[in-house]
């Protein structure tokens, strides 16, 4: 398994942008397909982005044309850049790990590794 670090997570007002990025240690990032997750209080956990070793992206609706997901695999890192945001935003934000390489890779039983998560909140 792969150990992830999120970093980059804060305040922001409404229409601003953050930039979340998450280290990984352990066996070959280049192998694993990367997502992000988010979770507001009292709401489960959804998907948010993620991309195959491959490049290929894919996000959910409600991010759609806002945030990137993009990854550098000499630097272990997988960033997710954040633009327009809005309050509904707000929450904790989770970087994942998957072996899984085909499909839409956007449930989370599909990760094996996760992140310890980094606050998003977004001020109206």
């Known amino acids: 398994q792969v150990q992830l670090v999120e970093s980059g997570g804060g305040l922001v007002q409404a229409g601003g942008s953050l930039r979340l990025s998450c280290a990984a240690s352990?066996?070959?990032?280049?192998?694993?397909?990367m997502g992000w997750f988010r979770q507001a209080p009292g709401k489960e956990r959804e998907f948010v982005a993620r991309?195959?070793?491959?490049?290929?992206?894919n996000y959910a609706d409600s991010v759609k044309g806002r945030f990137s997901i993009s990854r550098d695999n000499a630097k272990n890192t997988v960033y997710l850049q954040m633009n327009s945001m809005k309050p509904e935003d707000t929450a904790v934000y989770y970087c994942?790990?998957?072996?899984?390489?085909?499909?839409?890779?956007?449930?989370?039983?599909?990760?094996?590794?996760w992140g310890q998560g980094t606050q998003v909140t977004v001020s109206s």
């Open positions: 994942a790990a998957s072996l899984v390489q085909y499909g839409s890779i956007s449930r989370p039983y599909e990760y094996n590794s």
């Open positions: 352990g066996r070959t990032f280049s192998s694993y397909a």
């Open positions: 991309i195959n070793r491959n490049g290929v992206t």
